[in-house]
């Protein structure tokens, strides 16, 4: 007597897709699927061998007549090799090479993987796909709350430090006192960092109070009733905004990150395209000259001089003398979204804004470098996929 998947093989040699139209289409995938797998040198599961004899039984007729003695392997199955178990990895914890990171490890499932999607509409920063079993998230207090929070049910190994961590965190939450509200701080550090950053902590001062508050994760209730783009900007829900380039001109969009004390800025270009580039340059050369920040700007990508666009690219920022080298006192600063400079990250320069003209600025090494930045401003005329408010 054969084995069951001797059996699986044995069609399979013959051809499975030949077994007729009795078979379902949906069934031979699998079968062929399975024997693939099988002389790959993978055996089954035992999942997958509970799925082979369902479809064995429920075609048993047609089987019986493609291959001789079939019934009874497929009555009383047997297998030439013990079921294959696949190791179930779950685990959360602070990335060696980064420990401004988590990781969330676990083997493929389902259920896990629409839980992972869901907490990326949430987190603070960008969620990045490492591998098939990986994903890395900026540790931030925030961050690391609604991660516990999703999996710890989930039967996921928590490294004991970020455990240590959200148990803190629940006791700040489970406090009824206004520790971190701005206008009673009890952390004289936090305070003198905030009054040097933004002024004096009166409600004098609500929109730049609110501008700062997700950066330095503190409480604030109190909203000034302005109507501008530089008080919605102050009050966004979120790190990352879009702002439609056809209703609100990219003039007032600097004049606000002015007005704001949001410079210098970064301003990141889709460096696939010259022709858009070219156009995207001319207007913020005009819009920085108008708000007057077009002294100490500086753009760090060019093309290759094969096509017109990419000439007149080139030759723009030298006419603009946007060719300048990078130093502490530059304001703003613009690269290419697929391309970050090694001297970027050499400098002490840091934007305390950007603005990007690409909606695929995500999950890359320029918005890893941005992850600190607490305002992020897509400035285009489609709304990026997920990830941020829209600022009217």
Known sequence: MITTDALLIELFQQGIEKLGSQIPNRDKKILISLSKQITAGHFLTENQSKLLIKIFTENLEVINNKVVNAQQPIEFPTWSQSFRVIEQVRKIFIAKEDNSRILVEFTYNKRLRQQISDLNKSVEGQMLAVNSKQYSIPLTEKNLHLVVNAFKNQGFEIDHILMEFYGEILEILKTTNTQFNVFSLTDKKLEAAVINEVGSIIEDNLILLNDRRQRFQYSIFQ????????????????TRVWIDSTQTSLDDVIKSLGELDRLPLLVIFNGHESKECLKNLEKLAISLKNCGFDSNSGIYF????????????????????????????????GIANNKLPKFLLKS???????????????????????????LIVYYNDKRPLGGADAIV
């Open 223 to 238: 909203k000034n009733p302005e109507i501008s783009l530089k008080n919605a900007l102050a009050n966004r829900p979120s």
């Open 302 to 333: 060019r093309f290759d001089n094969i096509s017109e666009h990419n000439k007149n690219f080139n030759n723009l920022i030298s006419q603009l003398g946007y060719n300048a080298q990078l130093t502490d006192t530059t304001l703003v600063a």
């Open 348 to 374: 002490k320069w840091y934007p305390k804004s950007v603005i990007s003209f690409s909606n695929n600025f995500k999950s890359n090494k320029t918005s890893v470098y941005c992850d600190a930045v607490d």
